[in-house]
């Protein structure tokens, strides 16, 4: 097989020495002074930031599947409002999961708690984030074959709760906006998108908290008791701010929603005083951010409210891994979209899916990964990064749990094999000048969607983001220090399969 095809960089590389040393410097102090920042893990202080990881300069992608990208957000969105709304698939996919899996079982038990007890707010906000990557070995006719440079997209996953870097995307762009300036190519600034995904996201929020009808009404973050991606949470919340000073956002933990909470005669709820009229979680999707019962008991308390919740515990339970893998199914999603268009667009993107349940499809999915473990990727029920499993330690993981009701809670994922560039990422703590490396991205693309089990008032895609890695690495996070903030640059003089 042929090795994996490489897009051409905006630019001629490599710089030198003492351009890319002027450059850096440059970069490294607007990133700072803009806001393109987080706070160390390393050495947390709330008065300190340091630069987010970036990529030195916007990685090329193709823009036909860009387009083709940002028009499927939609209908992504529909189907994830839709799978939020159906009992049925929601209860008979999650059945095995939630048997092994406690976090899922909580998260579900929460939901048949709300669903027994009369949902309270119909209206639900999704603040979505599909992420793709461009796939280079495709299947034609059954076979593999290597396209020259990419062929197609296929989805990683989709995000429905804690969506970030609505602010980090946008910000990554202007950063390389700068540095092309700086470097003489201000005529290719054209070939960077534009990115109004904080925009979108913070008018999604406006949105649903007019709809709740109380002026006097607070929008509440709900958040980790330590917060490292901050800039991308308080940008949420000082835009939030600006377009629309009648609303006012307060931030606070499970921990202190459960101190501070509580329902008043008709639901509504109350937080230290303050009257919520949207919940938007920041935090909520990793078993760590429920340090004991008082925050589960506070999260079935924002369920059991009037409040707008983003995203509601149907919308929660959408994103998980299980069901991403039960849509891959055949006629699956033709049983939430009716327009075969639509159909054939969502299926276009599935990559190979598969359970690990105890019948004839599991094992031949063990099968398969215990042969080829190279392939795949193995997934738990969790968001954040860095819970994935990779190469032979797959098969290791698989051998440990083969006979165990464990597995049932993990699904298994073709790898994808994207096409590679030439580029410098900058870290904080660099000594020296970074390497050019190769490196492979994932896009992002944010929808917002409102609407309650019978209607959709809102569904628009409404922003972007691109984090790149380097080819070897497997895990690509920003927030978890794995990969770095880029954006994409638009191409037109590529090729795809024949």
């Given at each position: 097989m ?14 030198e ?14 990133a700072l002074?803009?806001?393109v920042?987080m706070?160390s ?13 970036f990529v030195?300069?916007?990685s090329?992608?193709p823009?036909k ?7 499927i957000?939609?209908?992504l ?9 159906d ?8 059945k ?9 079982r ?8 709300v669903?027994q ?5 119909p ?5 979505f ?17 290597m396209?020259?440079?990419?062929c197609c ?7 429905t ?9 946008p910000?990554s762009?202007?950063v ?9 190519h201000g ?5 960077l998108p ?13 949105t ?5 009808g ?5 929008v509440m973050m709900?958040?980790?008791d ?7 949470q ?22 202190q929603i459960a ?5 008043g005669?008709?639901k509504e ?7 919520v ?22 999260r079935?308390l924002?369920e ?11 919308h ?12 891959a199914r055949?006629l699956?999603v ?5 327009e ?6 969502v299926?276009?993107i599935?990559?190979?899916l ?6 004839e499809?599991g ?6 990964a215990l042969d ?5 990727v ?26 165990s009701?464990?597995r049932t809670a ?7 094999n ?7 990422v900058?870290r ?6 970074p ?6 991205s ?10 309650d089990?019978?209607?959709?008032v809102?569904?628009?895609q ?8 380097h080819?070897c ?8 220090g794995?990969?770095?903030?880029d954006?994409p640059y638009l ?8």
């Open positions: 042929a090795s994996v095809p490489h897009l051409d960089a905006c630019i001629s590389l490599p710089l020495n003492e351009v890319l040393e002027d450059i850096i410097e440059k970069a490294r102090d607007w002074m803009h806001g920042c706070r893990r390393s050495s947390f202080s709330k008065d300190t930031l340091q630069f987010a990881p030195l300069l916007p090329p992608f823009r599947e860009f387009q083709k990208a940002v028009s957000q939609p209908i969105n529909e189907l994830m409002h839709k799978v939020a709304n009992h049925e698939f929601l209860s008979e996919t999650l095995s999961t939630i048997e092994v899996d406690p976090f899922t909580n998260l579900f038990k929460i939901y048949e708690t669903r007890e009369g949902i309270t707010q209206i639900r906000l999704g603040l984030r599909s992420d793709i990557m461009l796939e280079t070995i495709c299947t034609r006719n059954g076979v593999p074959s396209c020259e440079p990419y997209w296929k989805q990683v996953e989709i995000n709760i804690a969506s970030g870097f609505g602010w980090l995307g910000s762009s202007a390389q906006r700068y540095v092309l300036q700086e470097l003489g005529d290719k600034i054209k070939n534009k990115n109004s995904a904080l925009e979108g996201l913070t008018d999604g929020l406006a649903a908290w007019k709809m709740y109380d002026p006097n009404a607070v709900v958040v980790e330590v917060s490292y991606n901050i800039c991308d308080r940008f949420h919340e000082f835009h939030l701010r600006e377009r629309h000073p009648e609303i006012r956002v307060v931030r606070r933990t499970l921990t101190a501070w909470g509580q329902l005669p008709k709820l109350r937080v230290r005083g303050d009257a009229a949207v919940v938007y979680f920041r935090a909520g999707y990793s078993p760590d951010h429920y340090p004991g019962q008082a925050a589960w008991d506070a079935l924002l059991r409210s009037r409040a707008v919740k983003s995203p509601s515990i149907q929660h339970l959408a994103g998980t891994k299980k069901v991403q893998q039960a849509l055949p699956v033709e049983r939430f979209l009716a075969p268009a639509k159909v054939d667009a299926r276009e599935f990559t190979g598969y359970s690990l349940d105890f019948d499809f094992e031949k999915a063990m099968r398969m080829s473990p190279e392939k795949y193995l997934k738990p029920q969790r968001e954040g990064g860095g819970n994935n499993v990779y190469g032979s330690e797959i098969r290791d993981a698989l051998l440990a749990m083969k006979d009701k464990e993990w699904i298994l994922m073709e790898r994808i994207p096409p590679s560039q030439k580029g410098y900058v904080p703590g660099l000594e020296g000048l390497p050019l490396t190769d490196l492979v994932e896009l992002g693309i944010f929808g917002v969607i409102i609407g089990g019978a209607d959709i809102v569904n628009q409404v922003g972007h983001m691109l984090r790149t890695k080819s690495a497997d895990e690509g996070g920003v927030a978890a794995l990969g770095a903030l954006s191409v037109d003089d590529v090729r795809g399969c024949p």
